[in-house]
């Protein structure tokens, strides 16, 4: 069993602070820890707006706190995010997202991710080593 606390982890290497300063991120289940998917505490910044398009990736994002918006880009759809809201990337969408408020979200991603990644120029995450041996 893996047990971890999210202020231990935001203590800790698994809190990931965007180089762009949109949102932090505590990643409470990685890579390492062999369960094929990967769960984060994201907080997204007030006035947050940025285009991410996980090729590597999928993700589901839950909204815990918060309000915004994610507009998907190959449709031009614009969903609202509030508290109990989920969106997923099930198709490996390009999208952007923007904060109206701080939002706190729940992250998942398929495949994991190891742990330190950012957004790379294409608003993705490189595929780790560790997820293409899982």
């Known amino acids: 069993m893996i047990v971890r606390h999210l202020d231990d982890a935001r203590r800790s290497e698994r809190r990931v602070v965007s180089p762009d300063g949109n949102w932090e991120s505590t990643r409470l289940l990685l890579s390492n820890d ?70 706190t979200m729940a992250c998942v991603f398929n495949p994991a991710v190891s742990g330190k990644e950012v957004h790379n120029a294409q608003g993705a995450y490189e595929l780790s080593a560790a997820a293409t041996t899982q």
């Open 34 to 103: 062999a369960m094929g998917f990967s769960f984060h505490i994201t907080t997204v910044y007030a006035g947050a707006d940025f285009r991410m398009h996980y090729q590597n990736h999928l993700e589901s994002v839950y909204c815990m706190s918060g309000t915004g918006e994610v507009q998907t880009l190959a449709d031009n759809v614009t969903h609202a995010i509030r508290p109990g809201t989920i969106y997923i990337l099930n198709r490996n969408d390009e999208h952007v997202l923007r904060a109206h408020t701080e939002m």
